[in-house]
C-alpha cells in the first residue's frame, strides 16, 4: 500500500509539473509540506525527475554540442553549419512531435526560416553574411524552443515578440543550467525507454558494421567505387585530438541547449516578464502632453526643411547623373549613405518614443498619425537621394560587398517606414513583428543569393560587354571561390580577343616580369589557385564533408576545364 500511495504521490507531481510548471509545482509541494504536522517543521527538497523523452533529448544536445564544434567557424566549415542548424531544428522538432507539442505560428516560422537561411552557409561566402546567417539560426532556435514549449507573452507575430527574443535569450537557457540538469537527465537515461530504443538503434548500427565492412572489401576492385569510399572514411590519426576537444568543448554547448529546453517544459520563470506587466509599463510612460511632443519636433521639422532648401543642388545632382564639384564618386555615395543611416536612426526613434509615451486620446492620435506621415516622409526623400548616389556609383564602378549590403539596407530601411506608416491608418497590421518579418524575409533572399558570386558575375559581364572599361580584379581576387568561375570566363574572353593563351607563362613569370594590368592580374590569380589545389593535392589532403562548399566545388570545376589542375 505504501508503495502505491508513493507511485501515485509521483504521477500526481508529474502532472503538476505538466500543467502547472516546474516553479508553481514546487511551491505547492513545499506549502502542503508545510501544512502537514511535522517535528523538523521543513519542506523537502524537491528532486526533478525526467521523462524518457526528455533523457532522450539529453543525448541529443551532447551530439548537438559536438557537432557545434565541429561546424565551428562557420566561415569554415561551410555545408557542416546547414547540417549542424537542420540536425539540431529537425531533432527537436521530432522530440516535440513525439511529446503532442503544438507548434505556434512564430514557432514554424523561426524554425523554417532559419534552416532555409542556414543553406547560404553551404556556398562557403567569404563575407559577414556567415556571422549574421549563424547568429539568426541560434536566435531562432532560442526562440523556437522557447515558443513551442508555451512560454508566449502574447499571441503568435504580436507587439510583445521583443520580449519573448529577449526572455528566450538571455534568461530561460540559465535557468536550469546550475543544476546541472543534463547530466541528472543522462543518469537518469538508463532507466527510460526512449533511451533504450535509442540504445537498440545503436546496438543495430554495431551490428551492420560486420556485413557493410564484407561488402566493401568485395566491392574495393572497383575503382571508382574504392575513391569515393576512401574519401568518406578517410580519417587520420591526428584527428583523434580534435575530435576528443570537440567533445569536451560540446559540453557547455549542450549543457545550454538542453537547460533551454527543460526550462521551457517547466515554464521557469513565468512570473517574470509577463504580458500583463509590459501593458501596466505601455500605460504608465503615457505621459507626454501634445504640447510637449509637438515643441520637441517641429525644430528637428525646421531643421530639416532648411537643411533641404540648403543642400538643394547637391541632393539634385543624384537624379540627374552630375557629380557636384568637388566629389569624387565614392565620397559622393558615402556620404549619402551615412546620412541617411544617421537621419533614419533619429527618425525612427524618434517615431517609437512619440508613440510610447504622448498621452491617450483623439486628438493625441490624429498628431502621431500625422508626425509619422511627416517623419516617414523626411526619410523617403533622403532615401531616395542616397540609393540614386549609389546607383550612379555602381554604374560607374561595378559592385562590391559594400555596396550591395548598402542597397539593401536602404530597401530594407523604406519597407520598415511603410510599415510603420500603414500601421498608424490600418490597426491590423502590428508593426513590430511585421517589420521582424520584413528584414528576416529580406535577409533570406541576400543570404540566398550567393551574393559573392552574383557581384562577380556582374562586373565580368558588364566588362565583356564593353559597358565599362575596366575590371577590378583585385575586388574580385577579395570574393574568394566564388570569384574564379567568372575570372575563368574573363581570361578566356580575354584570350580569344587578343589571339593569347595565358598558360604559355608559369605563375612566378606573371608574378616577377608582368605589370598589373587586369588579363596579368587575372592569369596570376588563377594560376595562385590552381597551385594551392595542386600542392593540396600531392600532400594527400582531402577536405571532410563538413569542409564542402558550393563554391569551392564550382572554381574547382573552372579550374579543370582551364587544364590547369592535376589528377587526385
Not at 503544438?102 to 543553406?119: D, E, L, Q, W, Y
Not at 569624387?328 to 546620412?339: D, L, N, T, V
Not at 539596407?409 to 508593426?431: C, D
Request: glycine share 6%; hydrophobic share 50%; with cysteine.
Amino acid at each position: 500500500m505504501e508503495q502505491i500511495e508513493k507511485n501515485e504521490s509521483k504521477a500526481e507531481t508529474t502532472e503538476a509539473i505538466e500543467s502547472k510548471g516546474f516553479e508553481t509545482a514546487v511551491e505547492e509541494k513545499a506549502s502542503d509540506a508545510q501544512a502537514t504536522p511535522d517535528l523538523k517543521a521543513k519542506a523537502p527538497k524537491y528532486h526533478r525527475s525526467f521523462t524518457g523523452h526528455e533523457a532522450l533529448f539529453a543525448w541529443i544536445s551532447c551530439l548537438a554540442g559536438y557537432l557545434f564544434c565541429l561546424a565551428f567557424p562557420l566561415s569554415e566549415s561551410a555545408i557542416g553549419g546547414t547540417l549542424f542548424t537542420a540536425f539540431i531544428f529537425f531533432a527537436t522538432a521530432i522530440v516535440f512531435a513525439v511529446k503532442k507539442v503544438k507548434f505556434s505560428g512564430t514557432a514554424v516560422f523561426a524554425a523554417v526560416s532559419a534552416v532555409t537561411i542556414s543553406v547560404s552557409l553551404s556556398y562557403g561566402c567569404e563575407s559577414p553574411l556567415n556571422i549574421f546567417t549563424g547568429g539568426y539560426a541560434f536566435a531562432a532556435y532560442c526562440y523556437f524552443v522557447y515558443s513551442a514549449t508555451g512560454n508566449s507573452l502574447g499571441k503568435p507575430f504580436s507587439g510583445l515578440i521583443v520580449f519573448d527574443v529577449f526572455k528566450s535569450l538571455l534568461t530561460m537557457p540559465f535557468g536550469s543550467i546550475k543544476n546541472f540538469e543534463l547530466f541528472r537527465a543522462l543518469g537518469a537515461s538508463r532507466k527510460s525507454k526512449g533511451t533504450k530504443y535509442f540504445a537498440y538503434l545503436l546496438v543495430g548500427i554495431v551490428v551492420a558494421i560486420i556485413p557493410a565492412s564484407l561488402a566493401l572489401s568485395l566491392l574495393s576492385y572497383d575503382e571508382g567505387f574504392k575513391e569515393i569510399v576512401d574519401k568518406i572514411f578517410s580519417f587520420k590519426a591526428e584527428d583523434i585530438g580534435y575530435h576528443i576537444m570537440c567533445l569536451v568543448f560540446g559540453i557547455p554547448v549542450g549543457m545550454y541547449i538542453f537547460s533551454l529546453f527543460i526550462s521551457g517544459s517547466d515554464k521557469k520563470q513565468s512570473r517574470f516578464f509577463t504580458k500583463e506587466n509590459f501593458i501596466k509599463v505601455s500605460d504608465k510612460i503615457k505621459i507626454a502632453p501634445l504640447v510637449t511632443v509637438l515643441a520637441a519636433v517641429i525644430p528637428l521639422l525646421a531643421v530639416y526643411v532648411v537643411f533641404f532648401i540648403s543642400q538643394k543642388q547637391y541632393y539634385i545632382s543624384g537624379f540627374t547623373g552630375v557629380l557636384p564639384d568637388n566629389f569624387s564618386y565614392a565620397q559622393y555615395a558615402r556620404e549619402g549613405f551615412f546620412e541617411l543611416c544617421k537621419v533614419s536612426v533619429i527618425n525612427l526613434t524618434v517615431i517609437v518614443l512619440i508613440t510610447q509615451l504622448i498621452k491617450k486620446g483623439k486628438a493625441n492620435a490624429i498628431a502621431v498619425k500625422i508626425l509619422t506621415v511627416v517623419f516617414s516622409a523626411v526619410t523617403f526623400l533622403l532615401m531616395a537621394t542616397a540609393m540614386s548616389k549609389l546607383v550612379m556609383y555602381i554604374n560607374r564602378f561595378g559592385l562590391t560587398q559594400k555596396r550591395v549590403y548598402a542597397a539593401w539596407f536602404m530597401a530594407v530601411i523604406a519597407v520598415i517606414f511603410l510599415v510603420i506608416t500603414l500601421s498608424r491608418f490600418i490597426k491590423k497590421i502590428s508593426w513590430i513583428p511585421t517589420c521582424a518579418c520584413v528584414v528576416i524575409i529580406a535577409f533570406a533572399g541576400l543570404a540566398l543569393c550567393n551574393v559573392d558570386r552574383q557581384i562577380a558575375k556582374f562586373n565580368v559581364e558588364r566588362y565583356i560587354d564593353g559597358t565599362v572599361n575596366v575590371v577590378d580584379v583585385d575586388a574580385l581576387g577579395s570574393l574568394g571561390d566564388a570569384a574564379t568561375p567568372e575570372m575563368a570566363k574573363l581570361i578566356k574572353h580575354l584570350d580569344e580577343k587578343n589571339g593569347t593563351d595565358f598558360k604559355e607563362h608559369s605563375y612566378q613569370y606573371y608574378l616577377k616580369y608582368c605589370s598589373s594590368t587586369a588579363y596579368n592580374q587575372t592569369a596570376l590569380y588563377l594560376l595562385s589557385e590552381a597551385n594551392i589545389i595542386n600542392d593540396d593535392r600531392a600532400l594527400g589532403y582531402t577536405p571532410g564533408i563538413f569542409d564542402y562548399s558550393f563554391n569551392k566545388a564550382q572554381a574547382v570545376k573552372a579550374l579543370e576545364e582551364l587544364g590547369l589542375l592535376k589528377g587526385e
